[in-house]
């Protein structure tokens, strides 16, 4: 059985390791909430047993030591804690406690936010700063005056006249919430550490013995009051104080208010708690301070806080459940993230029971496992995440979450390039999840040029399952447009009918229209349902933009015949763009042979390398794809197809062939002996370690090569990558073509605004006569472009010594060129 003496020890043990890891390490082992839950069931049972009273007990210290790393500061006035209030009536307690040791008719608090960072004591001598620290166990601190410089908010030298001699000003030091989600989003990025929450982040910051890096992380202040003051005074009240600190050059929070009594300090919570999350920054509450200082220093001080002071806190933005499932949820761009399934927990006055785990890096650096209990952080509008472990009640046999290897939604493969942090769904065609983005993306200017259909009537054809592809949009009807534009002009759905009137017209003069009672509340949800219940309703041709549905139709068709590069750049496969979709139908020539090319031939294609093959490679082996391309070609037609180009001859081979699979270890010299002593692909799959090692191979390569031979069906590659490149061998023409025009093998960049003709056309006309239109400047560029208002790309031309040509020398070169 449990004595109150063994539960006060063990509270005060979980409580002090809790304390310590969090204002001496920065790590949060337990969540606010819980640490709140447990101090208060510690109070409670040291003011039932007196006896067994402690000075070093979490309830009578402050904070935590201070580092070894810094230099110790003595405060001269204490920094200490702030009693806590959780609900009005304690708030009611704390302002009779008041009234009743002061006896006034009204009492007067400034009311203020209680921000979720750090605290620090800034100290000025003649105006000048000289020393900060942080609170420490609030007798001693740390000295972080060098990271304290590289906060922007915190003057140097005090603004106006009148300060003391010695003034010491004490306020937070906080991250906002865009700095700390762009610091989080850049370190995910790049595959480091995130922060767990923005106090972590100031707290972390101002630890650095590296000022550097605190600067790198961008921080801000407010000042709440001051400590030390000699060679001076303050005003006798803390608002005006704090107006005082304002005028020296201070930051102090505009949402500091001095109220009255009881009724005002509630109004003061709940206004500031419905603003909460619109704020920049993290709040926990707020602070009400008796606001005269005479009546501050008639009510004294408690073991760690004073009498006159309180925090009044909000619901926990971190709170602790269980991991009950870790599923993967695909984005509209294809982007697979983690989602963590919890046991439904108040967060911040929300339920939440789904969390964002952002990525499968960030899960293996938390190392996340279904059944663990971890720490939940909900802060404004920002979606609810997993921010850490509790490892200490991680249940046994759990296993570390591994990427499923296809997508939940199309079972098309989930892939991930080589240090990119994303992992994406490859059947971008295929996918429901993606469908709006990509026929979006095929209907743009730049693809198939399908001029008006925007993407609210992308959304609502996709909802309404009118269009499930990209080849669907081949099949929509004049009607089918005209019954969309009514939706969607449509104020809400009762006003269809209002407008167009509840008769049946004469037959083949009405289009098929829902009856709109009864539909979902949602909007994407009425006009999904509006275009999938036909009733026929009559209509009145004035009030329906049928030349929008004509110049659709027009447009639709139009793009039929199309030109191989535009369809390549369509599908939007990733990292495919315009300039690689055009080399592709330059070397290639057709859609049927590139549909069904493996990989490593995609290389022989100058600039594209191993990663844009790979994912040329991942999109057409889906299934799903190849079906949406067969879906697509029965409705359009390219008329630009051509035989393979000649120039792929000279690098058709087959040791060629084995660099450009990337098996490790095989360089030129080391593939060309392997061609001669294995003289095809099967020979190469049927060889032995002995063999390899006879061809010339180091033998550590040679067991190399074996090992690669055995995995994730490599044989396979091989055969298929030999088998078409003897259908490009047989399909390309013996001889070369001619040069393609005067700037063949030149690389150009047009920078600046062009007045005769536009860029895009500028660069048609150049990519015409053989030239590569660059986006960048390096030393391998030709010449510059350069237009009006020519920017950085200007500059490094002239830096480099690369040649630049004004609108004018272009257009005559174009002219004598023609």
């Avoid at 920049?280 to 004294?300: H, N, P, S």
């Avoid at 006055?349 to 059944?371: E, F, K, W």
Wanted: with cysteine.
């Amino acid at each position: 059985m449990t004595t109150p003496a063994d539960r006060i020890e063990a509270l005060r043990r979980q409580l002090t390791q809790a304390s310590q890891a969090y204002n001496e390490r920065d790590e949060l082992l337990i969540p606010d909430a819980d640490y709140d839950v447990l101090m208060r069931e510690l109070e409670a049972l040291e003011q039932a047993h007196p006896e067994l009273a402690s000075a070093a007990s979490p309830t009578v210290t402050v904070g935590g030591r201070p580092s070894s790393r810094f230099a110790e500061v003595v405060h001269a006035v204490p920094m200490l804690s702030l009693g806590n209030a959780f609900s009005d009536e304690e708030v009611a307690d704390f302002v009779r406690r008041i009234d009743e040791r002061l006896g006034r008719a009204t009492l007067a608090f400034s009311a203020e936010p209680k921000l979720d960072g750090l605290a620090i004591s800034l100290r000025y001598e003649q105006g000048r700063f000289v020393l900060g620290a942080t609170r420490g166990d609030g007798s001693t601190g740390e000295d972080v005056s060098a990271n304290l410089r590289q906060i922007a908010d915190i003057p140097d030298q005090l603004a106006g006249s009148g300060w003391p001699a010695v003034l010491e000003v004490r306020g937070e030091v906080y991250m906002a919430r865009a700095d700390f989600e762009a610091y989080n989003e850049r370190a995910r990025l790049q595959g480091g550490k995130v922060l767990a929450n923005p106090r972590n982040g100031a707290a972390g910051s101002l630890r650095q013995l590296d000022p550097k890096i605190s600067a790198q992380r961008r921080l801000s202040f407010f000042a709440y009051g001051t400590g030390q003051v000699e060679g001076g005074t303050l005003p006798d009240t803390h608002s005006a104080t704090l107006a005082q600190l304002r005028q020296w050059g201070f930051p102090v929070s505009d949402l500091c208010q001095v109220v009255q009594d009881v009724t005002g300090l509630l109004a003061y919570y709940r206004d500031i708690g419905e603003r909460r999350d619109g704020l920049a920054f993290d709040i926990d509450g707020v602070v009400y301070k008796l606001d005269d200082r005479a009546g501050q220093q008639a009510m004294g001080f408690v073991a760690r806080a004073p009498r006159w002071a309180i925090a009044h806190k909000f619901p926990a933005q971190e709170q602790s459940t269980t991991v009950e499932a870790i599923e993967i949820q695909i984005g509209r761009t294809g982007a697979a993230t983690p989602v963590a399934r919890l046991a439904p927990v108040a967060v911040a006055g929300v339920i939440v029971s789904n969390a964002t785990l952002h990525n499968a890096d960030q899960i293996q650096r938390l190392d996340v496992r279904v059944g663990d209990a971890v720490i939940v952080r909900r802060a404004g509008d920002v979606i609810p995440e997993v921010v850490s472990v509790i490892a200490e009640r991680r249940p046994q046999g759990t296993t570390p979450w591994q990427m499923p290897t296809q997508c939940p939604v199309c079972g098309a493969e989930i892939v991930r390039e080589e240090g990119a942090a994303v992992w994406r769904c490859s059947g971008e065609l295929s996918c429901p999840a993606q469908r709006k983005e990509a026929i979006a993306h095929f209907a743009s200017r730049r693809a198939m040029d399908i001029d008006g259909l925007g993407g609210k009537y992308i959304e609502t054809l996709v909802e309404a399952g009118i269009v499930r592809g990209v080849a669907d949009l081949y099949t929509l009807s004049r009607d089918t447009l005209l019954q969309l534009k009514l939706v969607l002009d449509a104020a809400d759905p009762s006003a269809l009918a209002g407008s167009y009137g509840p008769h049946l017209p004469p037959e083949g003069s009405g289009i098929v229209l829902n009856r709109v009672l009864a539909l979902d509340a949602n909007e994407a949800g009425w006009r999904a349902a509006a275009l999938a219940q036909p009733v026929r309703f009559a209509w009145n041709t004035k009030k329906i933009a049928t030349r929008w549905a004509d110049n659709l139709i027009a447009a639709i068709d139009s793009s039929r015949e199309a030109r191989l590069e535009r369809v390549l750049f369509a599908l939007g496969i990733e990292h495919v763009g315009e300039s690689t979709a055009k080399a592709l139908a330059q070397w290639f020539g057709s859609l049927a042979l590139i549909r069904r090319l493996p990989w490593p031939l995609f290389k022989r294609v100058p600039d594209i390398g191993g990663e844009v093959a790979r994912s040329l490679g991942h999109f057409f082996e889906q299934p799903g794809n190849q079906q949406a391309i067969d879906a697509l070609m029965a409705q359009i037609r390219i008329g630009d197809e051509h035989a393979p180009s000649a120039k792929l001859r000279q690098g058709l081979d087959r040791a060629q062939l084995l660099v450009d699979a990337e098996i490790p270890g095989i360089t030129r010299l080391r593939a060309e002996k392997l061609a001669a002593a294995l003289p095809s692909a099967q020979d190469l799959l049927d060889a032995e370690h002995g063999q390899f090692v006879n061809a010339g191979l180091p033998d550590d390569t040679a067991r190399g090569l074996a090992h690669w031979l055995e995995q994730d069906h490599h044989g396979a590659l091989l055969l298929a990558s030999e088998d078409a490149m003897r259908t490009l061998l047989a399909q390309a023409p013996a001889q070369a073509e001619q040069v393609g025009g005067v700037l063949e093998g030149q690389t150009v960049v047009l920078t600046g605004t062009l007045t005769a003709l536009t860029r895009d056309v500028a660069k048609e006309k150049l990519e015409a006569l053989g030239a590569k239109v660059a986006g960048s400047v390096s030393k391998k560029t030709s010449f510059v472009v350069a237009g009006a208002e020519a920017g950085s790309k200007l500059d490094k031309a002239q830096a480099l010594g690369v040649e630049v040509w004004d609108e004018a020398r272009l257009l005559q070169f174009l002219a004598d060129n023609d």
